[in-house]
RNA sequence: AGGCUCGUAGCUCAGUGGGAGAGCGCCUCUCUGACGCAGAGGAGGUCGGCGGUUCGAAACCGCCCGAGCCUACCA
């Protein structure tokens, strides 16, 4: 056993143990079972990702709650998959075509549809392999991908059950569209950026109007003003013939209540064709639309002289006519936020198109019902309140895609009779008239599949026992940034087709920066690649990192620095257990039974049993970092730090093989027991070394979860244990202020507070010469020893006797430090305890702890004071 | 524009009404037979500022300053 290295080397076990844990068939759940359900799914990443950060954050703690309710008797499911992610995956194999010279219209959709799936056979799987990599225990039996067929008949049930209820529409609107991956795209899918732009004011005959966009110019429709606007209540209703880049054009003058008269000149421009508020007033006042750049970003026919120039070459050359003209009355230089595809960063187009909608209202209601009356939990509480704003403000969805790559529209249009036909089964002709049909060329919104993630990965539509048995899912563990695009969404579909919410819990996470505090992203260059770290320091440390970093509601700078403490922190547990494992010859449980433990004993499994307790705790609330750092402190700062080094002695006694064999036996339990603790946190580590002890079981995967119970604390063996530790410390404090070297053995005497204190200190005498490197007498009376610093410990006393190891000087400065310290201390309870209003109105309890207080201190001070005045006294030594 | 979050030790952060904490870093000491990825000891903080509530505030309320995020149809 001594062969064991003495560095913790994960590479030599991680992979070894996922694989026989998986071939064990550890992760799996049963569809039907006796045992309480506890499932999660896990947000489903893209299918052509690879494991970032987020994911590495994001699914640890999916692992630690899998892997502490699969230890806790729970049938646990953790659902996993991928995501089909329509645009993104499309542009990969766009991309690997153009580095071949070809477009996808060369192909043709068929090919490259069948070329898209080839790839995800290939390489799709990438971010799988990365998840076991980090250990998660997810049922890979059940994994599944969005696009699989029972999916898919998911997808198609729900769309036709939309329609059937008037719940979906299609219809000519503006969308935004982007010009690069030619498809529109959901409110949701733009995203905002702040870029400096001219604000051009042109005259418009007798008015002028600023705008950001003059190229829209050539689609305006009419000329728009506040109703209550009186600058400029004589033109509302006039038409107005107005100079302009391509001669006169005529605009009328409407009043509508969306225009802002602070804003600019109180006057604007009405192109429906391209900006979604026009498009809003034009349907009020029947305007016409007229569309001027097309979904290629270029100008139209309609367009004129600018026909076929790019809508940004188009604003600076209409800009430039304007101004020959003399139309233009100044530019000021604006910043502005405009949209821009979250896929591509392409400025976003608004266009009118013909699109699916989703009709949202009636499907947010219930999803905002469901959380405040309390059936579905988000924490930390905080984004409720985001959650209801935007779900209170829904807009209808638009789910079309005009891309190839995802679940097609199941609508088919007769060609015979134009009939429409929305269908589950796929169409050859005409139900109505037999003619030949053809399908919908667009496909379906990548986040309306996976908005049925928890039902479709559950057999949905199909009544299957996993639905029954796991449906509603216990947790959902996700970040912020898909709050709207997946969890709402998930909400809605899960109430209206299971009638129950997808999830009890959401458990929302921070958001993964770097040191700086910046967002990590590619293109800034700051990211960290969790596989390296895995490989530098470990999975059970990066895993351990990443939750002791998740307090709630703060998002997470990771330093590495942070990772090498944790990694120190395994090589402590397994330098720990080394010495456990090289002291077991003659471990014979048996044996143990009749003695009644020692107090180090009872104290150690008091702290482990109230440890148990907090992170059972904690994790019940999510507190993941307050779980891990509950366990770093016992492991480290309890059981090593104290119960290790007491150990030793009673192992290394040749003189008492009981006493060895009870701390054998104390040794192994509390190690064991808090490797089962750790083992969500920490897998691989806690696996190796489980193995190795005396345990009962397979595998620690499988093990029960410690229970913390009344019976296990022992608070009498944590209050004599404490003074003991008190002595030691202030006698290696002494020794550190009076710079005695750790090798010269010191006198101790301790003069306990009390006659049953007295007991406890000769008892633990030997304890405490092993500890502080001395020889501790305990004597109730009789005088203080010459030359002694001294110090207060509780109501004991300890003396260090120096003679001749130092002079007495520093004793001195270090006693008075002391006595200034109390003395702060008295000044400012007695100042709170003179206030009458504190001891009339604060709780009887409150202030008998200000006044035990007061008398300690007070007591300290005084025997401190004694010291002071007896080593003035003593002759100086020389 | 509205909303949300945060400001605590040099750094990163816990701590939601009764004695200011952790990790890392720093200083001193230790080649003690589990571990130097270690051990022992220590220094370091008007808890962003100002007011208020309270017997009592780092925590609750208001305002201010500073940092960040989200939502939004100011063209």
Same mark, same amino acid.
């Given at each position: 056993?001594?062969?064991?290295?003495?560095?913790?080397?994960?590479?030599?076990?991680?992979?070894?143990? /996922?694989?026989?844990?998986?071939?064990?068939? /550890?992760?799996?759940?049963?569809?039907?079972?006796?045992?309480?359900?506890?499932?999660?799914?896990?947000?489903?990443?893209?299918?052509?990702?690879?494991?970032?950060?987020?994911?590495?954050?994001?699914?640890?703690?999916?692992?630690?709650?899998?892997?502490?309710?699969?230890?806790?008797? *729970?049938?646990?499911?953790?659902?996993?998959?991928?995501?089909?992610?329509?645009?993104?995956?499309?542009?990969?194999?766009?991309?690997?075509?153009?580095?071949?010279?070809?477009?996808?219209?060369?192909?043709?959709?068929?090919?490259?549809?069948?070329?898209?799936?080839?790839?995800?056979?290939?390489?799709?799987?990438?971010?799988?392999?990365?998840?076991? @990599?980090?250990?998660?225990?997810?049922?890979?039996?059940?994994?599944?991908?969005?696009?699989?067929?029972?999916?898919?008949?998911?997808?198609?049930?729900? *769309?036709?059950?939309?329609?059937?209820?008037?719940?979906?529409?299609?219809?000519?609107?503006?969308?935004?569209?982007?010009?690069?991956?030619?498809?529109?795209?959901?409110?949701?899918?733009?995203?905002?950026?702040?870029?400096?732009?001219?604000?051009?004011?042109?005259?418009?005959?007798?008015?002028?109007?600023?705008?950001?966009?003059?190229?829209?110019?050539?689609?305006?429709?009419?000329?728009?003003?506040?109703?209550?606007?009186?600058?400029?209540?004589?033109?509302?209703?006039?038409?107005?013939?107005?100079?302009?880049?391509?001669?006169?054009?005529?605009?009328?003058?409407?009043?509508?209540?969306?225009?802002?008269?602070? *804003?600019?000149?109180?006057?604007?421009?009405?192109?429906?064709?391209?900006?979604?508020?026009?498009?809003?007033?034009?349907?009020?006042?029947?305007?016409?639309?007229?569309?001027?750049?097309?979904?290629?970003?270029?100008?139209?026919?309609?367009?004129?002289?600018?026909?076929?120039?790019?809508?940004?070459?188009?604003?600076?050359?209409?800009?430039?006519?304007?101004?020959?003209?003399?139309?233009?009355?100044?530019?000021?230089?604006?910043?502005?936020?405009?949209?821009?595809?979250?896929?591509?960063?392409?400025?976003?187009?608004?266009?009118?198109?013909?699109?699916?909608?989703?009709?949202?209202?009636?499907?947010?209601?219930?999803?905002?019902?469901?959380?405040?009356?309390?059936?579905?939990?988000?924490?930390?509480?905080?984004?409720?309140?985001?959650?209801?704003?935007?779900?209170?403000?829904?807009?209808?969805?638009?789910?079309?895609?005009?891309?190839?790559?995802?679940?097609?529209?199941?609508?088919?249009?007769?060609?015979?009779?134009?009939?429409?036909?929305?269908?589950?089964?796929?169409?050859?002709?005409?139900?109505?008239?037999?003619?030949?049909?053809?399908?919908?060329?667009?496909?379906?919104?990548?986040?309306?599949?996976?908005?049925?993630?928890?039902?479709?990965?559950?057999?949905?539509?199909?009544?299957?026992?996993?639905?029954?048995?796991?449906?509603?899912?216990?947790?959902?563990?996700?970040?912020?940034?898909?709050?709207? *695009?997946?969890?709402?969404?998930?909400?809605?579909?899960?109430?209206?087709?299971?009638?129950?919410?997808?999830?009890?819990?959401?458990?929302?996470?921070?958001?993964?920066?770097?040191?700086?505090?910046?967002?990590?992203?590619?293109?800034?260059?700051?990211?960290?690649?969790?596989?390296?770290?895995?490989?530098?320091?470990?999975?059970?440390?990066?895993?351990?990192?990443?939750?002791?970093?998740?307090?709630?509601?703060?998002?997470?700078?990771?330093?590495?620095?942070?990772?090498?403490?944790?990694?120190?922190?395994?090589?402590?547990?397994?330098?720990?257990?080394?010495?456990?494992?090289?002291?077991?010859?003659?471990?014979?449980?048996?044996?143990?039974?009749?003695?009644?433990?020692?107090?180090?004993?009872?104290?150690?499994?008091?702290?482990?049993?109230?440890?148990?307790?907090?992170?059972?705790?904690?994790?019940?609330?999510?507190?993941?970092?307050?779980?891990?750092?509950?366990?770093?402190?016992?492991?480290?700062?309890?059981?090593?730090?104290?119960?290790?080094?007491?150990?030793?002695?009673?192992?290394?006694?040749?003189?008492?093989?009981?006493?060895?064999?009870?701390?054998?036996?104390?040794?192994?339990?509390?190690?064991?027991?808090?490797? @089962?603790?750790?083992?969500?946190?920490?897998?691989?580590?806690?696996?190796?070394?489980?193995?190795?002890?005396?345990?009962?079981?397979?595998?620690?995967?499988?093990?029960?979860?410690?229970?913390?119970?009344?019976?296990?604390?022992?608070?009498?063996?944590?209050?004599?244990?404490?003074?003991?530790?008190?002595?030691?410390?202030?006698?290696?404090?002494?020794?550190?202020?009076?710079?005695?070297?750790?090798?010269?053995?010191?006198?101790?005497?301790?003069?306990?507070?009390?006659?049953?204190?007295?007991?406890?200190?000769?008892?633990?005498?030997?304890?405490?010469?092993?500890?502080?490197?001395?020889?501790?007498?305990?004597?109730?009376?009789?005088?203080?020893?010459?030359?002694?610093?001294?110090?207060?410990?509780?109501?004991?006393?300890?003396?260090?006797?120096?003679?001749?190891?130092?002079?007495?000087?520093?004793?001195?400065?270090?006693?008075?430090?002391?006595?200034?310290?109390?003395?702060?201390?008295?000044?400012?309870?007695?100042?709170?305890?003179?206030?009458?209003?504190?001891?009339?109105?604060?709780?009887?309890?409150?202030?008998?702890?200000?006044?035990?207080?007061?008398?300690?201190?007070?007591?300290?001070?005084?025997?401190?004071?004694?010291?002071?005045?007896?080593?003035?006294?003593?002759?100086?030594?020389?």
């Amino acid at each position: 056993m001594t062969s064991i290295s003495d560095r913790y080397d994960p590479s030599q076990v991680e992979e070894r143990w /996922y694989r026989v844990w998986e071939a064990r068939g /550890y992760f799996r759940a049963e569809a039907a079972s006796p045992k309480k359900p506890y499932a999660i799914v896990m947000p489903p990443p893209n299918v052509t990702g690879s494991l970032h950060m987020g994911h590495a954050l994001n699914n640890t703690l999916q692992d630690v709650l899998i892997r502490m309710k699969r230890m806790d008797g *729970f049938n646990t499911l953790w659902m996993p998959g991928t995501d089909h992610a329509g645009i993104a995956t499309q542009n990969v194999i766009e991309r690997q075509l153009a580095a071949e010279g070809r477009r996808k219209d060369d192909l043709g959709r068929e090919a490259f549809v069948a070329r898209v799936w080839k790839w995800k056979e290939e390489s799709g799987g990438l971010i799988i392999t990365q998840l076991k @990599r980090l250990g998660a225990s997810c049922d890979w039996s059940r994994e599944r991908f969005t696009m699989d067929p029972g999916l898919s008949e998911a997808v198609r049930e729900v *769309f036709v059950r939309l329609w059937e209820e008037e719940l979906i529409y299609r219809g000519d609107y503006i969308v935004n569209w982007c010009p690069r991956c030619q498809t529109a795209l959901s409110d949701l899918e733009v995203e905002r950026e702040e870029r400096d732009a001219e604000f051009v004011y042109i005259k418009y005959g007798p008015l002028t109007l600023g705008t950001v966009r003059p190229e829209t110019k050539l689609g305006d429709t009419a000329l728009a003003v506040h109703p209550k606007d009186r600058r400029y209540k004589q033109y509302v209703g006039k038409t107005l013939d107005v100079p302009s880049v391509e001669g006169t054009i005529r605009l009328q003058v409407v009043a509508d209540a969306a225009v802002d008269p602070k *804003f600019g000149t109180g006057v604007i421009k009405v192109t429906p064709g391209h900006d979604p508020i026009d498009f809003e007033i034009g349907r009020r006042h029947n305007l016409p639309v007229r569309t001027v750049i097309g979904f290629d970003g270029r100008m139209t026919e309609l367009a004129g002289k600018y026909a076929g120039l790019d809508r940004f070459e188009c604003r600076r050359r209409i800009v430039e006519d304007l101004n020959a003209l003399g139309l233009i009355e100044r530019i000021e230089p604006y910043r502005h936020a405009v949209g821009v595809c979250y896929r591509c960063r392409t400025v976003v187009e608004p266009l009118v198109s013909k699109q699916w909608y989703v009709r949202t209202k009636p499907l947010a209601e219930p999803a905002v019902k469901a959380v405040r009356d309390g059936r579905m939990r988000i924490i930390p509480r905080g984004w409720r309140s985001t959650y209801f704003a935007w779900m209170e403000n829904i807009r209808d969805w638009c789910i079309s895609r005009q891309l190839w790559w995802g679940h097609r529209i199941p609508v088919w249009y007769c060609d015979r009779d134009g009939s429409l036909h929305v269908s589950r089964v796929d169409l050859t002709e005409c139900p109505q008239c037999g003619g030949p049909v053809h399908q919908d060329t667009d496909v379906l919104d990548t986040w309306f599949s996976s908005g049925l993630w928890p039902l479709s990965t559950l057999g949905w539509p199909k009544e299957t026992p996993e639905l029954k048995t796991f449906y509603p899912t216990s947790c959902l563990v996700t970040g912020f940034d898909i709050l709207f *695009f997946w969890v709402a969404r998930m909400a809605m579909f899960g109430l209206k087709f299971a009638g129950d919410v997808p999830f009890r819990d959401v458990y929302i996470h921070a958001l993964v920066r770097d040191a700086e505090g910046q967002k990590m992203s590619k293109s800034k260059g700051n990211v960290i690649d969790p596989l390296v770290i895995m490989d530098k320091y470990g999975t059970d440390a990066f895993r351990f990192t990443l939750a002791a970093l998740a307090a709630q509601g703060r998002d997470i700078r990771l330093a590495e620095e942070r990772i090498e403490g944790y990694r120190n922190f395994a090589n402590k547990i397994w330098n720990a257990s080394r010495l456990v494992l090289s002291n077991l010859d003659g471990y014979d449980p048996q044996r143990a039974r009749s003695a009644a433990p020692p107090l180090a004993d009872r104290w150690i499994k008091s702290r482990l049993n109230s440890t148990i307790g907090h992170v059972r705790k904690a994790l019940d609330r999510y507190r993941f970092n307050e779980a891990a750092s509950a366990i770093y402190q016992f492991l480290w700062h309890e059981f090593c730090d104290w119960y290790l080094e007491i150990a030793k002695r009673s192992l290394d006694g040749d003189d008492d093989p009981a006493r060895r064999t009870r701390t054998q036996v104390t040794l192994i339990e509390v190690l064991e027991t808090t490797l @089962r603790l750790l083992h969500p946190f920490m897998p691989f580590i806690t696996e190796e070394i489980w193995q190795r002890l005396p345990h009962a079981g397979d595998s620690i995967m499988v093990a029960q979860y410690p229970t913390a119970s009344r019976a296990n604390a022992d608070p009498r063996a944590e209050r004599e244990m404490a003074p003991i530790i008190g002595v030691v410390t202030a006698v290696r404090n002494i020794r550190s202020e009076s710079r005695v070297p750790p090798s010269v053995e010191l006198q101790v005497t301790v003069r306990p507070a009390g006659a049953e204190a007295a007991g406890a200190f000769a008892e633990a005498a030997p304890l405490i010469n092993a500890l502080a490197r001395c020889v501790v007498t305990v004597r109730s009376a009789g005088p203080r020893p010459r030359d002694s610093a001294f110090a207060a410990v509780d109501s004991h006393e300890v003396f260090v006797h120096l003679a001749g190891v130092v002079d007495l000087a520093a004793e001195r400065l270090r006693l008075a430090r002391e006595i200034q310290k109390a003395e702060d201390e008295i000044a400012f309870v007695e100042t709170r305890l003179a206030r009458r209003e504190f001891v009339k109105r604060a709780p009887a309890e409150v202030v008998e702890r200000e006044r035990a207080r007061l008398d300690e201190h007070r007591r300290r001070r005084a025997k401190l004071r004694e010291s002071l005045r007896w080593i003035a006294e003593s002759p100086p030594t020389t």
